[in-house]
């Protein structure tokens, strides 16, 4: 029998909020992708952002980072309100926030060592070459990949190099880890290691996490609330089997092809 859901993500596990979206809005000329964005990330929990391509999932997260500036509304993200930081407060910032691109985007020039290593010399962080290494060696040995230290990315396998691009977010130790298509371009099996890696990793480092996808398995494996983007706003919001249970032919659509 399958393991329920409840037995593997557990309640809301904290009160804490790390995060918290207003109204948020962003437009790119006359195409309003955000039109008055609410959501609520808690310390410890994981949210998933589900929405269907082109529904402003990633311009969503770009939002969180602000690589994007939204046109209205607020962010708070550990106590900080994101939109009103100078450049030096966001650099701060910054670190306690991990991204993981859509794409590994991992630098093809570089030893998987050499990737990993760049955020800690980018962020200043690790400052002895022995704590840089110590890192190094953690990370890969908490995604499994210790023996790929001195190999390019091009020997790699697409579900390595997502291993490795997961290991390059987490050495800076963020509270928050903000995920865009974990599992996208992965073959089905390659991509559930993932999502548990994702649910290991924020086990032993107590990240809170937003995961966006378009993919409900993902949900079903990692997600203790889902979030349904829809026409730039927070459509609807519920556990994995409340969203099963729905009756509502929008949240339906998302389960035809599972
Ligand atoms: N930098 C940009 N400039 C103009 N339009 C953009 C930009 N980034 C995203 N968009 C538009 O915003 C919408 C949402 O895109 P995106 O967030 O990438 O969707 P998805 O939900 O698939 O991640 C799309 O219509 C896209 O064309
Ligand atoms: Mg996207």
Redesign the pocket.
Known sequence: MEESHAARVSARPSQEKVLSLRGLELA?GS?K?LRGFDLDLYRGENVMVL?K????????IKCIVRLLMPTGGSIEVLGHDLLGLDQEELDHLRVRIGFLFQSSALYDSMTVEQNLRFPLRRHWMATTPGEAEALVTEMLAAVGLAHTRSLYPSELSGGMKRRIALARTLILKPEIVLYDEPTTGLDPITGKEIVELILELQKTYGTSSIIISHDLHVARLAANRIALLHEGRNYAEGTYEEFRASQDPLIQNFFIFM
């Open positions: 790119f195409n992708v929405g391509s082109g529904s402003g999932k990633s311009v969503l």
